[in-house]
Protein backbone atom coordinates (compact mmCIF):
# COMPACT_ATOMS: atom_id res chain seq x y z
CA UNK A 1 0.00 0.00 0.00
CA UNK A 2 3.24 2.47 0.79
CA UNK A 3 4.01 1.94 -3.20
CA UNK A 4 1.32 4.13 -4.58
CA UNK A 5 1.34 6.67 -1.89
CA UNK A 6 5.05 7.23 -2.69
CA UNK A 7 4.40 7.51 -6.21
CA UNK A 8 1.91 9.96 -5.92
CA UNK A 9 4.08 12.84 -5.61
CA UNK A 10 5.82 11.98 -9.14
CA UNK A 11 2.57 12.05 -10.55
CA UNK A 12 1.94 15.44 -9.67
CA UNK A 13 5.47 16.55 -10.31
CA UNK A 14 5.16 14.63 -13.80
CA UNK A 15 1.53 16.82 -14.49
CA UNK A 16 3.13 19.36 -13.61
CA UNK A 17 6.50 19.67 -15.71
CA UNK A 18 3.63 18.37 -18.69
CA UNK A 19 1.44 21.73 -18.00
CA UNK A 20 4.60 23.82 -18.06
CA UNK A 21 6.25 22.45 -21.32
CA UNK A 22 2.67 22.74 -23.04
CA UNK A 23 2.63 26.57 -21.70
CA UNK A 24 6.39 27.41 -22.62
CA UNK A 25 6.51 25.51 -25.61
CA UNK A 26 3.02 27.50 -27.29
CA UNK A 27 3.98 30.20 -29.44
CA UNK A 28 2.55 33.48 -27.74
CA UNK A 29 0.86 34.88 -30.63
CA UNK A 30 -1.37 32.21 -31.39
CA UNK A 31 -3.22 32.17 -27.96
CA UNK A 32 -6.96 31.69 -28.73
CA UNK A 33 -9.26 32.13 -25.75
CA UNK A 34 -11.47 29.00 -26.11
CA UNK A 35 -12.06 25.96 -23.97
CA UNK A 36 -14.97 23.17 -23.73
CA UNK A 37 -16.89 21.02 -21.33
CA UNK A 38 -17.48 17.86 -21.96
CA UNK A 39 -19.83 15.23 -20.89
CA UNK A 40 -20.13 11.54 -22.43
CA UNK A 41 -20.94 7.79 -21.43
CA UNK A 42 -19.10 4.60 -23.28
CA UNK A 43 -17.54 0.94 -21.95
CA UNK A 44 -14.69 0.18 -19.79
CA UNK A 45 -12.89 -2.97 -19.93
CA UNK A 46 -11.14 -4.47 -16.49
CA UNK A 47 -8.06 -6.18 -17.96
CA UNK A 48 -6.39 -7.56 -14.67
CA UNK A 49 -9.47 -9.49 -13.43
CA UNK A 50 -10.83 -10.36 -16.95
CA UNK A 51 -12.16 -14.22 -16.64
CA UNK A 52 -11.85 -14.28 -20.47
CA UNK A 53 -9.80 -12.92 -23.24
CA UNK A 54 -12.20 -10.85 -24.05
CA UNK A 55 -11.83 -8.54 -20.55
CA UNK A 56 -14.46 -7.99 -18.13
CA UNK A 57 -16.02 -4.60 -19.79
CA UNK A 58 -18.84 -2.72 -18.33
CA UNK A 59 -20.55 0.48 -18.33
CA UNK A 60 -18.63 4.23 -18.07
CA UNK A 61 -19.60 7.90 -17.70
CA UNK A 62 -16.99 10.95 -18.05
CA UNK A 63 -16.88 14.12 -18.36
CA UNK A 64 -14.13 17.26 -18.18
CA UNK A 65 -13.21 20.43 -18.91
CA UNK A 66 -10.58 21.50 -21.84
CA UNK A 67 -8.99 25.25 -22.11
CA UNK A 68 -6.90 25.76 -24.93
CA UNK A 69 -3.81 27.38 -24.70
CA UNK A 70 -2.80 27.88 -28.89
CA UNK A 71 -4.43 26.20 -31.62
CA UNK A 72 -2.69 22.69 -31.09
CA UNK A 73 -1.62 22.27 -27.65
CA UNK A 74 -4.62 21.77 -25.05
CA UNK A 75 -4.90 21.04 -21.08
CA UNK A 76 -7.88 19.09 -19.90
CA UNK A 77 -9.40 17.69 -16.43
CA UNK A 78 -11.71 15.02 -16.33
CA UNK A 79 -13.50 12.73 -14.16
CA UNK A 80 -15.31 8.88 -14.67
CA UNK A 81 -16.87 6.71 -13.04
CA UNK A 82 -17.38 2.74 -14.17
CA UNK A 83 -18.74 -0.51 -13.18
CA UNK A 84 -18.21 -3.28 -13.74
CA UNK A 85 -20.94 -5.79 -12.81
CA UNK A 86 -20.71 -9.44 -10.72
CA UNK A 87 -19.86 -12.57 -13.33
CA UNK A 88 -19.44 -16.17 -12.47
CA UNK A 89 -15.97 -17.98 -13.73
CA UNK A 90 -15.65 -21.99 -13.41
CA UNK A 91 -17.81 -21.25 -10.84
CA UNK A 92 -16.14 -18.91 -8.74
CA UNK A 93 -17.85 -15.32 -8.19
CA UNK A 94 -15.73 -12.57 -9.45
CA UNK A 95 -16.51 -8.77 -8.47
CA UNK A 96 -18.75 -6.74 -8.88
CA UNK A 97 -15.75 -3.56 -9.13
CA UNK A 98 -16.17 0.09 -9.57
CA UNK A 99 -13.66 2.80 -10.84
CA UNK A 100 -13.45 6.28 -10.32
CA UNK A 101 -11.01 8.04 -11.73
CA UNK A 102 -9.35 11.85 -12.03
CA UNK A 103 -7.31 13.16 -14.62
CA UNK A 104 -4.99 15.98 -15.71
CA UNK A 105 -3.95 15.38 -19.28
CA UNK A 106 -2.04 17.83 -21.83
CA UNK A 107 -3.38 17.25 -25.81
CA UNK A 108 -1.96 17.79 -28.58
CA UNK A 109 -4.65 18.33 -31.79
CA UNK A 110 -3.67 17.18 -34.98
CA UNK A 111 -5.38 19.71 -36.77
CA UNK A 112 -7.92 22.49 -36.18
CA UNK A 113 -10.67 22.44 -38.84
CA UNK A 114 -14.26 20.55 -38.55
CA UNK A 115 -12.47 17.12 -37.79
CA UNK A 116 -10.29 17.53 -34.42
CA UNK A 117 -7.99 14.19 -34.20
CA UNK A 118 -5.79 14.30 -31.13
CA UNK A 119 -3.68 12.52 -28.72
CA UNK A 120 -2.86 12.93 -25.24
CA UNK A 121 -0.78 11.91 -22.35
CA UNK A 122 -1.51 12.08 -18.57
CA UNK A 123 -1.88 11.21 -15.18
CA UNK A 124 -5.07 9.12 -13.31
CA UNK A 125 -5.49 9.40 -9.35
CA UNK A 126 -8.10 6.64 -8.54
CA UNK A 127 -10.30 6.85 -5.44
CA UNK A 128 -11.91 3.45 -6.56
CA UNK A 129 -8.95 1.89 -8.90
CA UNK A 130 -9.06 -0.70 -11.26
CA UNK A 131 -6.55 -3.42 -9.80
CA UNK A 132 -3.26 -4.68 -11.11
CA UNK A 133 -1.08 -7.65 -10.28
CA UNK A 134 1.22 -5.81 -7.29
CA UNK A 135 -2.34 -3.68 -6.03
CA UNK A 136 -5.46 -5.92 -5.93
CA UNK A 137 -7.09 -3.86 -4.07
CA UNK A 138 -6.92 -1.13 -6.83
CA UNK A 139 -4.19 1.40 -7.84
CA UNK A 140 -4.15 4.83 -6.59
CA UNK A 141 -2.27 5.99 -9.60
CA UNK A 142 -2.05 5.67 -13.33
CA UNK A 143 -0.17 6.81 -16.48
CA UNK A 144 -2.45 7.38 -19.32
CA UNK A 145 -2.76 8.12 -22.92
CA UNK A 146 -5.68 9.16 -25.02
CA UNK A 147 -7.27 8.83 -28.82
CA UNK A 148 -9.50 10.84 -29.92
CA UNK A 149 -11.04 12.53 -32.50
CA UNK A 150 -13.86 15.58 -32.20
CA UNK A 151 -16.08 16.88 -35.15
CA UNK A 152 -16.48 20.68 -34.36
CA UNK A 153 -20.34 20.60 -35.45
CA UNK A 154 -21.22 24.36 -34.73
CA UNK A 155 -19.09 27.61 -32.70
CA UNK A 156 -20.69 26.03 -29.50
CA UNK A 157 -21.07 22.04 -30.51
CA UNK A 158 -18.67 19.50 -30.82
CA UNK A 159 -19.48 15.68 -30.90
CA UNK A 160 -16.42 13.09 -30.64
CA UNK A 161 -14.96 9.74 -29.87
CA UNK A 162 -11.73 8.55 -27.56
CA UNK A 163 -10.03 5.96 -26.27
CA UNK A 164 -8.17 5.71 -23.14
CA UNK A 165 -5.15 2.96 -22.19
CA UNK A 166 -3.72 3.13 -18.25
CA UNK A 167 -0.96 1.19 -16.72
CA UNK A 168 -0.11 1.82 -13.33
CA UNK A 169 2.35 3.40 -11.60
CA UNK A 170 3.35 0.56 -9.60
CA UNK A 171 4.13 -1.63 -12.53
CA UNK A 172 4.16 0.57 -15.68
CA UNK A 173 4.76 -3.10 -17.64
CA UNK A 174 1.71 -3.85 -17.17
CA UNK A 175 0.27 -2.30 -19.62
CA UNK A 176 -2.61 -1.84 -20.67
CA UNK A 177 -4.19 -2.57 -17.20
CA UNK A 178 -7.38 -0.60 -17.68
CA UNK A 179 -9.30 0.81 -21.15
CA UNK A 180 -12.57 3.29 -22.13
CA UNK A 181 -13.98 3.98 -25.03
CA UNK A 182 -16.56 6.77 -25.27
CA UNK A 183 -18.25 8.72 -27.28
CA UNK A 184 -19.00 12.57 -25.74
CA UNK A 185 -20.63 16.15 -26.71
CA UNK A 186 -18.89 19.30 -26.06
CA UNK A 187 -20.20 22.76 -24.91
CA UNK A 188 -17.41 25.34 -26.68
CA UNK A 189 -16.99 28.55 -24.70
CA UNK A 190 -15.48 32.17 -24.39
CA UNK A 191 -12.86 32.61 -21.89
CA UNK A 192 -12.61 35.99 -22.15
Known amino acids: MNQPIRMFPRALIFAA ?10 PGHTFISEGHGWGGAGVANLHHEAP ?3 GWWGPVVHGGLVINLSDFWRVG ?6 HHFQREDDGETIGPHSVVSTGLEARYALDIVTYVPYIGLGVGIHPLGPPSNTM ?7 FRATIGLDYR ?9 AA ?12 PHYSTLRVHV ?7
Not at 77 to 82: K, L, S, T
Not at 153 to 161: L, M, N, P
Open 17 to 26: AMVLIVTVSA
Open 52 to 54: TAA
Open 77 to 82: IDAGAG
Open 136 to 142: PQGELAT
Open 153 to 161: HSREWSFGA
Open 164 to 175: QLHTPMTQPADF
Open 186 to 192: GYHFRRF
